[in-house]
């Protein structure tokens, strides 16, 4: 049974940094995609973030262009996102995924194309 995991999220005022973790097992991911997609109250869920298996390829939203960085370690099926200079609009539920096959960059935006999601981690930005 695979397993998403996702931790590090916390409360943190604007400009702060926070940086999430998200552990999948249960199979191997080390040639599957990860993201991040996101969910504020009243919205609909929203791309983040994605990692290609190698590392070699990311994908992030406009929003969080130059503040956030995706990573992976795939001796440990684990993907981070590092957030730095937090905005109150970041604010939400932020829910790992990953894909079970290799996906082209161009779907890492779309999140039908990701078969396992976490639970999910609250991040809230206070003024």
């Known amino acids: 049974q695979v397993h998403v995991v996702e931790s590090g999220g916390g409360l943190v005022q604007a400009g702060a940094s926070l940086r999430l973790s998200c552990s999948a097992s249960?199979?191997?991911?080390?040639?599957?995609?990860m993201g991040w997609f996101r969910q504020a109250p009243g919205k609909e869920r929203e791309f983040v973030a994605a990692i290609g298996w190698s590392g070699g390829s990311t994908a992030y939203a406009d929003s969080v262009k130059g503040r956030f960085t995706i990573s992976r370690d795939n001796a440990k099926d684990t993907v981070y996102l590092q957030m730095n200079s937090l905005k109150t609009e970041d604010t939400a539920v932020y829910y790992c995924a990953a894909a079970k096959w290799n996906l082209d960059s161009t779907s890492y935006y779309y999140e039908g194309k990701y078969d396992y999601w976490g639970q999910g981690t609250q991040v809230t930005v206070s003024e």
């Open positions: 249960g199979r191997t991911f080390t040639f599957s995609p």
